[in-house]
């Protein structure tokens, strides 16, 4: 990884390389990294690590845990889990961990930074090792709490395999699991939940998703409200339920400011605790009117307004599905396998696609006998594979091609309101 900067530094220690964990290249290396990550430099101070690592025999070294582990590590905080590069590295430090009897005073090391790796893979074998090290981690911290005389470690490591675990759950829309695992923990000691996942779970209780539904939900909210000045979800949450008026008056000039505020909570959270997942920048960048029509859509891509409209009554979907047949209602379908492969409703691919479905396919009988196809299997195949790495393989390179002969022919990609 930046392969570049690891020549600008070669170039800097005059091309010489470490022969020991401790000779004068490795201090001068170690000085690199320190000074550049202090100034937040991340990108130079993780090839220098790298670097430090090559010369001593690379990930499978066996002489080198601590430069392994400083590495994995910042590829942790930098938001860096999602790849190659920290996948290898997490492989094969979970491989010698199994191979050596390490105390569990240094698991956490290796495991929490795993976790986020492992899910963020769409790989089934490995999101199954994710929640294995979930458990792994959750029991070990919670049974040496009070036994040593700093806890605080195994404080923090159960606190972050709680939270990536409920975030994994409500994904998996296993919300009644999520509400259980929180309150296993919380019941253990309610300091261990950290802001995120206590708001997780209010959230919710604030939507009647769980046992306790209706019954705590104006403390869930005003719990969410508090949350909201700090934690980039909680103010998220409450941008939804602003939009879509829910237990309180609908504005979209409110919404808006707490997708904005949500942005401007992980630019500084993201490179402490791994917030690269959880980005809502496209909805801070739209206008109001398309806010207050994206919720009216369900388009948010949001979890809890899925699940939500699943309990309703399924003969309102009958209904919309029969008033769906005129233009207006057709062009304001999401593009489902679209956002998903993207990864927003709001990027460059999908307003050219969406532009594409507004003022071609939906013109002509045929173009909106296929849009009405289209919106009626779309959304299950995305709810059914959309979580693998094999679906947007899939339609990727196809999507790409097709947008590219769109953008040539003269179709737009700049922001569209459809």
């Not at 996948?87 to 240094?106: F, G, P, R, T, Y």
């Not at 606190?159 to 695992?181: P, S, V």
Request: proline share 2%; with cysteine.
């Amino acid at each position: 990884m930046f392969e570049e900067l690891k020549q600008d530094i070669r170039n800097e220690i005059s091309g010489k390389t470490v022969q020991v964990i401790n000779d004068p290249i490795a201090k001068v290396l170690r000085e690199i990294v320190d000074s550049n990550y202090k100034n937040r430099n991340y990108e130079k101070a993780i090839a220098a690590q790298e670097i430090y690592l090559d010369d001593l025999g690379g990930i499978f070294s066996k002489n080198s845990y601590g430069v392994k582990v400083q590495l994995l590590a910042m590829y942790d905080d930098c938001g860096l889990y999602h790849t190659s590069e920290a996948m290898n590295l997490v492989n094969a430090l979970i491989k010698e961990q199994q191979e050596s009897d390490m105390s569990d005073s240094v698991l956490g090391e290796i495991d929490l930074p795993a976790i986020r790796i492992y899910f963020s893979s769409n790989d089934d074998d490995y999101i199954k090792m994710a929640e294995i090290l979930c458990d792994s981690c959750i029991s070990v911290g919670t049974r040496n709490l009070g036994q040593w005389q700093d806890d605080s470690s195994f404080q923090i490591m159960t606190r972050i395999a709680t939270r990536e675990k409920i975030r994994h759950l409500i994904k998996e829309e296993k919300y009644q699991d999520a509400d259980e695992l929180n309150y296993k923990i919380g019941s253990i000691s309610r300091d261990l939940l950290d802001p995120i996942s206590t708001t997780l779970d209010d959230t919710l209780m604030a939507y009647g998703l769980t046992d306790m539904g209706d019954q705590f939900v104006d403390q869930a909210i005003e719990r969410i409200t508090q949350f909201a000045e700090f934690v980039p979800d909680a103010c998220y949450v409450m941008g939804i339920m602003v939009a879509e008026g829910y237990r309180c008056t609908r504005d979209a000039k409110t919404a808006k400011n707490y997708f904005i505020k949500a942005d401007e909570l992980i630019s500084k959270l993201k490179t402490s605790v791994g917030y690269t997942d959880y980005e809502f920048s496209s909805l801070s960048q739209i206008s109001q009117e398309e806010i207050i029509k994206q919720a009216e859509a369900g388009t948010y891509q949001s979890k809890f307004y899925i699940a939500r409209q699943q309990l309703k009554n399924t003969s309102t979907s009958s209904a919309s599905n029969n008033s769906s047949s005129n233009n207006s209602s057709t062009s304001s379908g999401g593009c489902y396998i679209a956002t998903c492969v993207y990864g927003s409703y709001d990027c460059p691919q999908v307003w050219t696609l969406r532009r594409f479905r507004d003022n071609t396919l939906a013109i002509n009988p045929f173009g909106r006998a296929f849009i009405k196809t289209y919106y009626a299997i779309s959304p299950t195949v995305v709810k059914w594979f959309g979580k693998y790495n094999w679906f947007h393989k899939l339609f990727k390179k196809p999507l790409e091609i097709w947008v590219k002969k769109l953008n040539n022919n003269g179709v737009e990609n700049s922001p569209y309101n459809d």
